[in-house]
């Protein structure tokens, strides 16, 4: 059984984000060595294991060490068809795929690029962390970018971090990838939320920004032009380059991050090739300033 002292880590070329090695994920784990993953995951936000392979089963059994799995979102029925894939047979498993077969979809999120989110930040319970496993790959492209929260929350004008301490905003999800929710209509039957806009990880007590571009449509207090022009001040620091980890997958990787601290998107790649990745996550509490 792997020990502490076979791991070796080294921090990605980023603002978050560590590679982890001599350790391979299909085996069942120490109590040690879970809790010193859970160390590495406060300390770096984002986990990358290179060369891995593993069943769904596997996958799942090696999630499990970190709290309660994560169930799939039940998206209303009229828009169930942008989110249920066929392949889509385990309650915890997500695929993030653009594959159909037979005209249909395997699983979800489709291809090309998507804006940042927050994993089901819409959810009154947004989950904590979202394991991801790359089993196809586009030749290029369909990078996953990072940013860590903290660091933009520390860079804050405190001009801002005061006009928005104690405010809540809005999370609203239609299942799309680059097109905000139109707001002005009937949203009781799309999935929403209010969250702070800062919150406090309960395990570090840092403070971290906690809004998206795809999903956070309004910050409550402030007129829409006003709610607007913050938010986009927000979306463009949380896209800067100096927050930012890169991820260019490489087959076998599971990536695993800390969604509470980190918002991620993806970049754009051909329709034409085939993207896969399993997701799994772990349930989360209400966020709290
Ligand atoms: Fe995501």
Redesign the pocket.
Known sequence: MVSIADLTVKPLPGALGAEISGIDLCHPLAGPVVDEILALWREHIVLVFRDQDLTMEQQLEFAGNFGTLGARKQAPDDLRERTEGIFQTNENILL?TNIKVDGQPVGA?GDAD?WF?I?SGYAERPYKY?ILHALELPSKGGNTLFSNTYLVYDALPGGLKEKLRGRKALHIHEYLRTEKVDIAKDISGSPHCYHPVFITHPETGKKAVFVDRLMTRLIEGFDEAESERILNQLFDLLESPEFLYEHFWRLGDVVMWDNRVAV?GRTWFAKEENRLLRRCTIEGAPPYE
């Open positions: 993030v999120f998507m989110h994993d979202t991620h």
